[in-house]
Every structure is written in C-alpha cells, then in structure tokens.
C-alpha cells in the first residue's frame, strides 16, 4: 500500500536536462527491478528504464545514451538523469518495481502519481 511520490519534472527546452527523483517512505525497491515509465496521451504507458537489484541498467532505444537511472537503497530512491531532451521527451513520467525487469507491465508494483515533464522551444 506504499506509494511512491515522483518530482523533479517540469518545462524545459531541448537541449536541456532535468533528474527526476522517485521515492517511498517504505522500503519498495529492495531485492526488485525499480523503472521508469513515460506515458503519452492516446498511449500506453512505455517503459523507458529500469535498474535491476545489482544495480544493472537497461534503456528503450529512444533514451539509451540520453537517460541514466540509478537507484539509492539507503533512501529508498530512484532516480532519472535526463540529458539532451527533445519534443519527444513530453510525458507523464511514473516510476514503478516488478520482481523483475522484464514483466509485462501489469506485474509492476507501487505506482506513483507521476511527475510531468514538459519540452518545448
């Protein structure tokens, strides 16, 4: 019944960078896959990036070299470096824990409300 609170979104212009942060007040990443969603009006939410108990990254092909996540067990964090974004970045960015990386997205766990990030000129 743990929900985490996403933040760091906001607008900015291409080109630009902004970390987003997801974090719970009770533990919920440990010994999981933790990710970060992105969803679009009209779509289903995509999964963009995940980070195994290891701390193994893996990245969708359209952030891959963009994006870096990272995980901080002693604050039950998550977090999101976003660099060089793009008009394609805009989305509502959630993030999420499975038992493991590669669950259909129906197996993701402990939701949060999601943070907007807005790119535009």
């Known amino acids: 019944q743990v929900q985490p609170v996403e933040s760091g979104g906001g607008s900015v212009q291409p080109g630009g960078s902004l970390t987003l942060s997801c974090e719970a007040s009770?533990?919920?990443?440990?010994?999981?896959?933790a990710a970060w969603f992105r969803q679009v009006p009209g779509q289903d939410p995509k999964r963009i990036a995940t980070i195994d108990d290891s701390g193994w990254p893996t990245y969708d092909l359209s952030v891959k070299g963009r994006f870096a996540i990272s995980r901080d067990s002693a604050k039950v964090a998550l977090y999101l470096q976003m660099n060089n974004l793009t008009l394609e970045d805009t989305a509502m960015y959630s993030c999420?824990?499975?038992?493991?990386?590669?669950?259909?997205?129906?197996?993701?766990?402990?939701w949060g409300q999601g943070t907007q990030v807005t790119v535009s000129l």
């Open positions: 009770a533990d919920i990443f440990s010994g999981l896959c």
């Open positions: 999420a824990s499975a038992e493991r990386c590669h669950l259909r997205r129906a197996e993701y766990q402990y």
